[in-house]
């Protein structure tokens, strides 16, 4: 069993929390893009969920402050983690796209081979098929997310710090 600290019952994670499953975060991806189990782009990620749900092993939802106002995209976040939680699929919303866009991109600014903006408000992250993917980074964030949805917190924001 385990046993929460009075922040954590509270629903306050420390700085020190929310800087390590950020820092898990980012293994997770850096780790899954060169295995080609990444999913860029709401519409992308709504195909891919549609025809292999129980392939997804986590969710992103992004957004910056200028995001909030756009209604579109609040609805498709809507549907989208509807469908998550209905799935059994962890949820992450992250708040800085441009770190993001660092981490998936490689340093491309979040350009696509065309020189298009990649849409980052919505990646998904796959298991592989070939092998049972077993990550401890994975571990930690999905550990993170569950202990969020126990304190009715069923979509965590973390923040990807600036490097």
């Not at 893009?33 to 709504?46: H, R």
């Amino acid at each position: 069993m385990y046993n929460m600290t009075f922040e954590e019952l509270s629903g306050d994670y420390s700085q020190e929390r929310m800087d390590s499953v950020a820092k898990a975060l980012e293994e997770v991806l850096t780790s899954a893009l060169p295995q080609g189990c990444i999913t860029v782009g709401v519409y992308e990620a709504a195909k891919s969920l549609n025809v292999d749900p129980d392939n997804v092993v986590l969710c992103i939802l992004a957004t910056d402050d200028e995001d909030v106002k756009d209604v579109a995209l609040q609805i498709h976040f809507t549907l989208i983690q509807a469908f998550c939680c209905e799935n059994d699929i962890n949820i992450l919303r992250v708040n800085n796209t441009r770190r993001l866009a660092e981490i998936l991109g490689g340093g491309g600014g979040g350009k696509q081979s065309g020189g298009e903006p990649m849409d980052l408000h919505c990646v998904l992250v796959n298991s592989p098929h070939s092998t049972s993917w077993k990550d401890p980074a994975l571990s930690k964030v999905n550990r993170f997310c569950r202990e969020s949805r126990c304190m009715d917190q069923w979509v965590p924001i973390i923040n990807l710090p600036e490097r």
